[in-house]
T-cell receptor, first 116, second 111 residues
């Protein structure tokens, strides 16, 4: 079964609105989670590292005020796309490291965002 | 820039054949991982090979790593239609589980 749950799987919104995507680790704690963005037929681009109890670390070129990340508990990280525009339409995927420091990541099923 | 650039990017094979895909990266690594993604879904970890390992097997998967050439290959033996997916290699980008993914190889296995 899935060990990382992501919700919603699909969301359609109007330009200018904000959308929140949740990422939950099931049955394990994740002090760190990662948010990726994926364009059609493209690879995953790391957007940011979500840190429980502290600020997220954003990759170069990613607008922190545009993509708000909150990691309020050891099992939940949220990504909020603020004032969404059509160019924000994409597939957003979260992941959490497997406990034990193996380096392996568990991924959520992804969230398809369409901004009209 | 993304590490882990795979070549080729698209592969179509008959069921039962072997599928081989390659990956190259640019910086030193602690480990290299391969993931699988079905269309529109999340990624599933397949196999991890550490920098001090040269070859690793897991079921029908065989991974090689050549750190001198900064390259890796993934071989899927006796392919099945269910192996149809995109395959990505990923390298740790500076530690702390921050993985950098390559472009991916789309594999289509024809029944």
């Amino acid at each position: 079964g899935a060990v990382v749950s992501q919700h919603p799987s699909r969301v359609i919104c109007k330009s200018g609105t904000s959308v929140k995507i949740e990422c939950r680790s099931l049955d394990f704690q994740a002090t760190t989670m990662f948010w990726y963005r994926q364009f059609p037929k493209k690879s995953l681009m790391l957007m940011a590292t979500s840190n429980e109890g502290s600020k997220a670390t954003y990759e170069q070129g990613v607008e922190k005020d545009k993509f708000l990340i909150n990691h309020a508990s050891l099992t939940l990280s949220t990504l909020t796309v603020t004032s969404a525009h059509p160019e924000d339409s994409s597939f957003y995927i979260c992941s959490a490291p497997k406990t034990g420091g193996t380096g392996e990541l568990f991924f959520g099923e992804g969230s398809r965002l369409t901004v009209l | 820039s993304q590490q882990g650039e795979e070549d080729p990017q698209a592969l179509s094979i008959q069921e039962g054949e072997n599928a081989t895909m390659n990956c190259s990266y640019k910086t030193s690594i602690n480990n290299l991982q391969w993931y699988r993604q079905n269309s529109g879904r999340g990624l599933v970890h397949l196999i991890l090979i550490r920098s001090n390992e040269r070859e690793k097997h897991s079921g029908r998967l065989r991974v090689t790593l050549d750190t001198s050439k900064k390259s890796s290959s993934l071989l899927i033996t006796a392919s099945r239609a269910a192996d149809t997916a995109s395959y990505f290699c990923a390298t740790d980008a500076g530690g702390n589980n921050r993985l950098a993914f390559g472009k991916g190889n789309q594999v289509v296995v024809i029944p």
